[in-house]
């Protein structure tokens, strides 16, 4: 039973943002991939990648989503992007999950994420999301059942998602 609502995209692409702000007026309890990361590890995902690499830091967060798939009451997940180079955790999410997939060009993420010190970024970010963009975007679109352009004011992707996510 697909009972969560499940964010993707890229880091920057506003999963925090949108999730948390859908999930307070779905009244649904919100897991932010982030905030996990920071609770189990007492770091961020920047300190963690840097004291212990990518392949852990993606680990973790594998281990976060699941985490937060296997909560009984369904919920809004925000994942961190390097989830969908799983081969099983893009089965889980099929299973488990509606996946809405936030999506904005790499100018726009790498405007957002340069401010935030808790991300793994490169010294180039634009070229480190413009890689990662070409390495997920098929398979973003692959696994997502909604596509929504990020570029918009949260509120009004929560008003655009709202409705689709409870019909029927």
Do not use: C, Y
């Not at 009984?72 to 799983?86: E, G, L, Q």
């Amino acid at each position: 039973m697909r009972r969560h609502w499940v964010l993707v995209g890229l880091m920057g692409s506003g999963k925090t943002t949108v999730g948390a702000l859908l999930a307070q007026r779905s009244a649904r309890p919100f897991f932010d991939n982030d905030v996990q990361l920071n609770a189990s590890e007492g770091r961020t995902a920047r300190e963690v990648q840097a004291d212990l690499g990518f392949d852990a830091l993606h680990a973790l967060e594998a281990h976060a989503l699941i985490d937060a798939l296997d909560t009984a009451t369904p919920a809004v997940i925000a994942a961190a992007a390097s989830v969908v180079d799983d081969p099983e955790l893009r089965a889980r999410l099929r299973d488990d999950a509606v996946v809405i997939w936030l999506t904005a060009n790499t100018d726009e993420l790498s405007r957002r994420v340069v401010r935030q010190h808790h991300r793994p970024i490169a010294p180039d970010v634009a070229s480190q999301l413009r890689d990662q963009s070409a390495a997920r975007s098929q398979l973003f679109g692959d696994l997502a059942d909604v596509v929504i352009d990020a570029r918009r004011p949260p509120g009004d992707l929560v008003d655009e998602l709202l409705p689709r996510l409870t019909a029927g």
